[in-house]
């Protein structure tokens, strides 16, 4: 049989398998993976304790801020100053998915292919309740993982690897792939990322702060370069930080901000970028106008979520209901 032939053959069998949506014993869980949602807001978060005193300015106070659903402030921000580099500081957003629904967009750079429905840029209907947007993972052949989305399989998904999953209710969780979660019919969206980050609310093993690499390639071997993670709370909030750190500083900052389980995101300059929206009513639109950077060091706008010519995966976070 011809080599090429019998690798369509693996990548089908691999594909069907996934897509069987089996439910795996103790994986998914009764939570996130279920129909029905509550719409009660979380418990707002508590403040963080910052890593260092010595520079005052409110650093790890919570704010809400962005559209309100229902009422309710769904989105929280602060920032934090790193403990490896006092000089620097990561931005946190702290999103509440009980009142908030994501989506993963797809592009033709990241994963690849012009199949998608939810691709760039968000439409004018998804505007209307779009409370914040952000960047996606690696591109796939430095992700090491794999990618479903729209019943689409682009890469087959891999044991082990730090998956962000969103259910058909629009929660969302992060964990290791057949381990913390696993394919339900409740499942519509798995983007993997590398492995873990944080796990049991500690950073894995073997993390080195001048890694520049093993947890992505960094732009002229920088080691405080811009780098994202994502993670997932005791209560099942979830929790984005990004700012000009090492991989070392990142996972820190992701378990002071709660998460018991986190992944890295894309990282580098032109690639990390975290926005919320505030438009001027509670059904108006979010536009590049009413659109805020988390850190004022970001080199993308608020406007890249509305770009036509973006081609890489993001996630959006909606008014849920």
């Known amino acids: 049989m011809d080599v090429r032939w019998e690798r369509r053959v693996a990548f089908a069998l691999a594909a069907a398998a996934t897509l069987a949506s089996v439910a795996v014993t103790g994986l998914g869980g009764a939570g996130p993976a279920g129909a029905a949602r509550a719409l009660r807001p979380l418990p707002a978060p508590a403040n963080i304790t910052p890593f260092t005193a010595r520079y005052p300015g409110g650093l790890g106070v919570y704010r809400p801020v962005g559209r309100r659903v229902d009422g309710h402030p769904a989105l929280f921000v602060t920032w934090l100053r ?12 702290w999103m509440d998915t009980h009142l908030l629904s994501a989506q993963l967009y797809s592009g033709s750079l990241s994963p690849g292919g012009l199949f998608w429905h939810r691709t760039a840029p968000v439409t004018p ?19 090491h993982g794999g990618y479903l989305s729209e019943g689409h399989l682009v890469a087959p998904l891999v044991r082990g690897g730090a998956s962000l999953v969103i259910y058909r209710n629009g929660s969302a969780t992060v964990g290791a792939w057949g381990v913390d979660v696993g394919m ?3 499942v519509v969206a798995v983007r993997q990322n590398l492995t873990l980050l944080v796990n049991h609310s500690r950073p894995v093993p073997g993390l080195v702060a001048s890694d520049v690499s093993r947890w992505g390639s960094s732009l002229n071997n920088v080691v405080d370069t811009p780098r994202s993670g994502l993670g997932v709370t005791r209560d099942g909030a979830l929790v984005y930080v ?53 850190n004022s060091t970001m080199v993308q706008s608020p406007d890249r979520f509305f770009q036509v010519s973006y081609a890489r995966d993001f996630v959006t976070m909606s008014a849920a209901g």
């Open 184 to 186: 339900t019919p409740q």
């Open 242 to 294: 990004e700012g000009p750190m090492s991989i070392v500083d990142l996972a820190r900052v992701l378990v002071r901000a709660g998460a018991v389980r986190a992944m890295a995101l894309d990282m580098n300059p032109f690639w990390t970028i975290f926005a919320y929206y505030t438009p001027a009513s509670p059904t108006g639109p979010a536009t590049p106008a009413n659109g805020h950077r988390l």
């Open 125 to 143: 209907g998804a505007a209307r309740t779009l409370v914040a947007a952000f960047n996606g993972g690696f591109l796939m052949k430095d992700a």
């Open 82 to 93: 790193l403990p490896g580099n006092p000089s620097l500081v990561a931005g946190v957003a």
